[in-house]
């Protein structure tokens, strides 16, 4: 795919919805850590419906270890592998606590560090509560990027490369959002919704369809 195409994508994308976000719920840059460790595998309303709950009650690392791993698991225990998220969680507020005062880091080395946060976590958090241009590959964004030709690749860490190397720098902040979204609900994996797709004209996917 030629950059002319790239950057009118991104164009459309940002022009049918200027001011991209996560559809997980959270205040706090602790908030939205636990809700991303909560929503590996599980579905952002899942997250929100639990975190509705919880957040009330510890929104803090300090509240959360007072409210203890038993606890936990009651208020997440409809999202799966909740019992190693909760333990996770737990883990995690102890470190922040230890190492960090409380804080959520601000690196990706040290987010990487803390117990249940990989790669596509961290790049969330950087993103989404510090304001970096990371780029968090998650299965809707590998789909996409494979399947319009943006950035094709045979893994997630390639699809990320090749994305941070290819998209714009002034649509880099808000790429993942746009690409989660579009991947959520219009290039769906089963059944893409070709003929409502905003960028139809300029995908390279072979099996596109109109309907």
Same mark, same amino acid.
């Given at each position: ?31 939205? =850590?636990?809700? !991303?460790?909560? %929503? ?5 309303? %899942? ?13 803090? #690392? ?16 409809? +999202?799966?592998?909740? &019992? ?16 960090? %005062? ?12 803390? #117990? ?18 990371? +780029? ?7 789909? !996409? ?6 950035? #094709?690749?045979?893994?997630? =860490?390639?699809?990320?490369?090749? =994305?941070?190397?290819?998209? #714009? ?9 746009? =690409? ?17 797709? +905003? +960028? ?5 996917? &072979? ?5």
């Amino acid at each position: 795919m030629n950059p002319a195409k790239r950057r009118e994508i991104f164009t459309r994308l940002k022009a049918a919805n200027p001011h991209p976000t996560t559809e997980l719920k959270y205040k706090t840059p602790f908030e939205l =850590l636990v809700a !991303v460790v909560l %929503s590996a595998q599980a579905t952002d309303v %899942s997250v929100n419906a639990a975190t509705r709950h919880l957040f009330p009650v510890a929104n803090t #690392p300090q509240k959360m270890l007072a409210l203890g791993e038993a606890k936990l698991r009651d208020y997440v225990q409809r +999202i799966g592998l909740y &019992k190693t998220k909760a333990k996770h969680i737990i883990q995690l507020c102890r470190l922040l606590l230890e190492k960090h %005062s409380g804080q959520v880091p601000q690196t990706r080395e040290e987010l990487e560090a803390l #117990p249940g946060v990989g790669r596509k976590t961290a790049n969330v958090v950087l993103n989404t509560a510090f304001g970096q241009p990371t +780029i968090a590959v998650d299965t809707h964004i590998f789909r !996409v990027a494979n399947r319009t030709n943006i950035a #094709p690749g045979k893994d997630v =860490l390639e699809v990320e490369k090749k =994305l941070l190397k290819f998209v #714009p720098d002034e649509f880099k902040h808000d790429a993942h959002h746009w =690409l989660i979204l579009h991947g959520r609900y219009l290039c769906q994996a089963r059944k893409p919704k070709c003929g409502a797709c +905003i +960028i139809y004209d300029l995908c390279e996917y &072979k099996g596109k369809n109109e309907n």
